[in-house]
């Protein structure tokens, strides 16, 4: 028997976003660059399905991703704040 695979909700240039077997959100970034509007467009699919399933268990996997920017980071502090979910 095969182990249960994630189900892909939405991929970009910036990473993927995936219902995972085991519940959760789980949320890929890709290596290199990120464009803003790329970037933005997959946290905000990522804010949807949290939403959408309504338990709030994300799991992130940040290890091919460069460090965020001082402007990444505002723009997280001002955007996906738990006050702003």
Same mark, same amino acid.
């Given at each position: 028997?095969?182990?249960? %695979?994630?189900? #892909? ?5 910036? $990473? +993927?976003?995936?219902? &995972? ?24 699919? %990522?804010?949807? #399905? ?5 338990? $709030? +268990?994300?799991?992130? &996997? ?24």
């Amino acid at each position: 028997m095969f182990p249960p %695979t994630n189900r #892909l909700y939405f991929e970009n240039a910036a $990473g +993927r976003v995936e219902e &995972d077997h085991g519940g959760f959100v789980r949320l890929t970034y890709t290596a290199g660059q990120r464009a803003p509007g790329t970037w933005h467009g997959l946290l905000q699919h %990522t804010k949807h #399905l949290l939403t959408r399933q309504g338990h $709030g +268990r994300l799991l992130v &996997d940040q290890r091919s991703m460069r460090a965020f920017s001082l402007e990444e980071q505002r723009w997280l502090l001002e955007h996906c704040s738990p006050r702003r979910l």
